[in-house]
């Protein structure tokens, strides 16, 4: 294990973070504030409760959700495009690393800035809501998997991008849709009949829903689905990864 | 000789077809200079490629200090250094920054003073907290080669290092190469630069059409190519050669007042003396007498017409 190579990235990838920490933090914390005040005090006010939880509370474990998965994805995804846009991965190629190194090194850092973020929200959120989480290592951990396995499925497509268009295309295309329809916002019971059908085929529903567990103890689907739904996905991306960096695919020739 | 690095019957076809090497064998010896000549798309970078571990080898063997670069990539990549051709950098980056990452990529511990001793050895002390984009174009290749230095190779490639660098400062590049020589780092440079081949380098390799066309020692390689020409001035000028001196395959210059004798230095006897009484013979008086040795480029240039 070559663990100064992994140091390496994994500094200078956060080093890039902090460089603009006010750009990283302050976007995020404006962004919830105005979902708070948008759903929460605008709307929320006259919905009177989910699942017994009132509606601005409600949202808190969608909307981390929803910022940590296009942080973890856009942060992975520009981490190891900027090497191929610049060509300095010539040098990743030619040190003594191995595929495992590379994905700690960025994935590990879009991992740890998407935290970041999702703990700057939550504590944003006991501003406006009353919150209470009714299990916080279950939080932690599903908060911890979702950082990771957004960051995995963002590095594979800063490796695929062959420009900064494609870089955005699948956040913008596929992410965000499935965020939005993965009940961020509103409890999948809620949908009419075939739609509730339909968002089990959406990934993102397990892992809100499984979110939301840990912060009321009740959910669209129980967590055990939950889990195993996010190491499916967390294994594909890895999958798909060794893949990638065993046959060279866009990086190798 | 005891090779650093050995390629045995390398190949490299790309998808789609293009061989880019074709059963490439080169022994590289422990601590020399070799240049690798050769036009553009001669196969130059994909070989450099491919030992570095850029490129994947379609077919063949390559052993740095003995490792297999495909089976032992951590043993070989530690070995090497690479000088891309391209000024491949992060623009936002500090110098120093910059050139401690590729330390630490290549598995060293962080080592400031090592890093600044590089840095200083290349000029760039004073840059070290400048940004890169801030830098011109030669302290730009500078800076790559400081990356390369970083984690402190045993072995060094430079795919043109000179390529669009004012004279000065390529002249300065073939101090630091001699300064590492020194150090006994091995040093694989390519370029279409014959001179600096001929400047800098131990042994000349030629390549093209991805095949290694010749490997020879700089001066054995002149010696043994190498034609000598001899320029004779005379003091009347002359409208032909005379029939007596037919024999030596003068060439006569346009306003008739210098003959070239072409010899072969290598030869038993180069026939300077005899022409020498002949043309004394036949009347001609001699001014001045010149000789010019063929460079490495006439040698090249006709090495690569004879495989195209």
Redesign the interface.
Known sequence: M????V???Y??EM?RFFRTIMQSLISPVISTSLYFIVFGAAIGSRIQEVEGVSYGAFIVPGLIMLSVMTQATANASFGIY??KF????????????NFLEIVLGYVGAAATKALFIGVIILITAFFFVDLQIAHPMAMIAFLLMTCLSFALLGFIIGIWAGNFEQLQLIPLLVITPLVFLGGSFYSISMLPGIWQTIAMFNPVVYLVSGFRWAFFGSADVSIGISLAAIALFTAACLAAIWWIFRT?WRI?? | MSSIISIQNLRKA?PGGFEALKGVNLEIAQGEILALLGPNGAGKTTLISTV?????PTAGTITVGGFDTMTD???T??L?G?V?Q??????FETVF?SVS?????????RNDAYINRILDQLSLGDKKDSKIMALSGGMKRRVLIA?ALSHEPRVLFLDEPTAGVDVELRKDMWDIVAGLKADGVTIILTTHYIEEAEAIADRVGVINGGEILLVQDKSELMAQMGQKQLQIAIKDPVTEIPDTLSAYALARSEDGMHLTYTYDTTGERTGITTLLNDLAAAGLVMTDLQTRQSSLEDIFVGLVKETT
């Open positions: 070559n663990i100064y190579a140091q390496t990235i500094r200078s080093k900027f090497p610049t060509g300095t991965i010539y040098e990743l190629l030619s040190a003594p690393v060279g190798r020739q | 790309y570095c571990g850029i490129t994947v990539y951590r043993a990549r530690d090497i690479l891309p391209e000024i491949n950098l992060e623009p920054n990452f590729s330390r630490g990529l290549f598995g060293k511990p990356k």
